[in-house]
């Protein structure tokens, strides 16, 4: 049994690190990435599970991290944006003009590098299904798929 | 930010989570079960629910089995509805849980969680209401697990006693074997909250339906049933079976109550076409 009662010491693997945080029990592991260990490339948009700006892959999966505590987060492994260093995934999200405001670039990077991870020859359909997990209120769907699919097409050929 | 504080314990076994439910409790305290947490984090943060512990029994062995057993699929509480449909144990299952949420969530939404949440959809129900007399759940609490059949577990809504949750369902492999649908229909994106769900089977040439999103609470009807198994055109079957739901329908900003009738009428005859092939 893994009992967290009151704020003390966690280890958290963030971006293949090792690192120290003391939140409340309560708190989820977007409020703990961004207060506490000031990775803010995990943006709070709706802290409801509906926008994906706060997605992080955790174990290979995308996760929205304001639907997690961070007590959950003991033991697995978190990939941030930040952990993410010139992929081929950031480079198209650019050539494609990817992005307009920015605020949800990182939750797209996040969502669609879990994808290119899990399922390296999905189709369409299976981009499209992983990616209306994440909002673009600038309504840029159409770079933001054409730069995922064009790495997905690269990988294939 | 969640405006309260509370605890978190992880269990690693059924006996350690009752216990320390009871632990909790008998200390004045209000614990809760938690699989996924989505529902229960997204409520705490508007401060809709409150409690003083959260005891997580998702990592538990028992709950995390998905797997063929003898003559059944065993599905645990546990497990997230993005690895039921990756699984694909059970192709109806997939199909009705594949379309809660958005995928991410899926990641971290559980069966268990979907069952026994506050939102009234919870579609992953649906099937099993379908083969209910075949379907069986496992609970446990302090007085040692009971096997339930589901439609004694699940009517409409999660049935457990005090202090108990749900470890695992099981359904008869043969629920795998027939032609089976389900439809979502919603106002106007495709990740949304749900005009209704339909799933409907054809076993034994029998055609059978569960409905969730039209009224209050999912549901089955044996008299939409005998009308959907009656003689005449799918349009002519499917409008009778939607004249027999007593119960108010949902008028909510997604859709009038009148525009549900006609969709799921439309719907359901569509769905009598495919599945009468």
């Known amino acids: ?157 | 930010m969640i405006p309260f504080s509370f605890e978190y314990h992880q269990a690693d076994s059924l006996e350690e989570a009752a216990l320390v439910y009871q632990q909790i409790q008998a200390s004045g305290q209000r614990p809760i079960y938690y699989g996924g947490g989505t529902e229960i984090l997204t409520m705490a943060r508007l401060a809709q629910i409150h409690f003083d512990a959260v005891i997580d029994i998702k990592q538990i062995p028992q709950c995390q089995r998905l797997e063929r057993a003898d003559d059944a699929i065993v599905f645990g509480a546990g497990v997230s509805l993005d690895r039921i449909g990756q699984a694909n144990l059970w192709p109806l299952l997939s199909q009705a849980g594949a379309r809660v949420a958005d995928h991410s969530v899926r990641c971290k939404i559980t069966l268990g969680g979907n069952l026994a949440g506050t939102l009234p959809y919870r579609e992953a129900a649906l099937p099993f209401m379908l083969f209910s007399s075949d379907a069986h759940g496992l609970v446990f609490g302090l007085g040692g697990s009971r096997d339930v059949p589901f439609k004694e577990l699940f009517n409409g809504q999660l049935n457990l006693r005090p202090g108990e949750f749900l470890v695992e369902l099981r359904v008869a492999q043969f629920a795998a074997e027939v032609p089976a649908l389900s439809v979502k229909k919603t106002r106007l994106d495709w990740v949304d909250y749900p005009l209704f769900t339909v799933a409907m089977v054809r076993a034994n040439s029998e055609i059978r339906v569960a409905f969730s999103g039209v009224t209050g609470c999912p549901f089955t009807s044996d008299a939409i049933n005998r009308m959907l198994n009656a003689a005449g055109s799918g349009d002519d079957r499917a409008r009778s079976a939607v004249a027999q739901i007593s119960d108010p329908v949902v008028d909510d900003l997604h859709g009038s109550a009148k525009y549900r009738r006609f969709l799921l009428t439309r719907t359901l005859a569509d769905m009598l076409a495919k599945i009468e092939e």
């Open chain 1, 1 to 157: 049994m893994f009992s967290y009662t009151t704020r003390q010491s966690l280890i958290l693997r963030v971006n293949q690190d090792a690192l120290t945080v003391t939140p409340r029990p309560s708190d989820t592991l977007l409020y703990t990435l961004r207060q506490e260990l000031g990775l803010t490339g995990a943006k709070p948009g709706c802290e409801n599970g509906d926008c994906g700006a706060c997605t992080v892959i955790f174990d290979n999966l995308p996760l929205k991290s304001c639907l997690m505590l961070t007590a959950e987060a003991v033991g697995h492994e978190i990939t941030t944006v930040e952990g993410f260093h010139h992929t081929a995934l950031q480079d198209a999200f650019m050539d494609h003009w990817a992005f307009q405001c920015g605020y949800c670039t990182s939750g797209f990077l996040t969502t669609a590098h879990a994808l290119l991870t899990r399922h390296p020859d999905a189709d369409r359909q299976t981009m499209v299904e992983w990616l209306r997990s994440n909002l673009c209120r600038c309504t840029g769907y159409q770079e933001i798929g054409d730069a995922v699919w064009s790495v997905l097409q690269a990988g294939q050929t």
